[in-house]
């Protein structure tokens, strides 16, 4: 049973916006946070954004002020609205739950993210 969907990603110009939807298949407040990774081509998996289960939310220093976490709480879903793109947000996105400071899931697919110059 897939547990974690992420989609919405795609090609999107610099500057342009794309939002990621990630669907999950538990109530989301089973867990601290939905937390949003992404791994960039030859790079290693980094943390994006969190959102935990009172509302908080953080964002790595790069996306803020350009990058949006939220949730759905009837659907089980959280989004990442992301706008002003740039080049260096090339990336494969990912999706996780958070509990006890560790990831719940197996890694989904992700969802492909391209901006193009």
Do not use: H
């Not at 609205?81 to 996780?96: G, I, P």
């Amino acid at each position: 049973q897939v547990q974690l969907v992420e989609s919405g990603g795609g090609l999107v110009q610099a500057g342009g916006s794309l939002r990621l939807s990630c669907a999950v298949a538990e109530n989301i407040f089973n867990f601290n946070a939905i937390a949003w990774y992404r791994q960039p081509p030859g790079k290693q998996r980094e943390l994006v954004a969190t959102i935990n289960v009172g509302g908080r939310t953080d964002y790595t220093d790069s996306v803020k002020g350009r990058f949006t976490i939220s949730r759905d709480n009837a659907e089980n879903t959280v989004y990442l609205q992301m706008d002003s793109l740039k080049q260096e947000d090339t990336a494969v996105y990912y999706c996780n739950a958070l509990l006890l400071g560790r990831t719940y899931f197996t890694w989904g697919q992700g969802t492909q993210v391209t901006v193009s110059s």
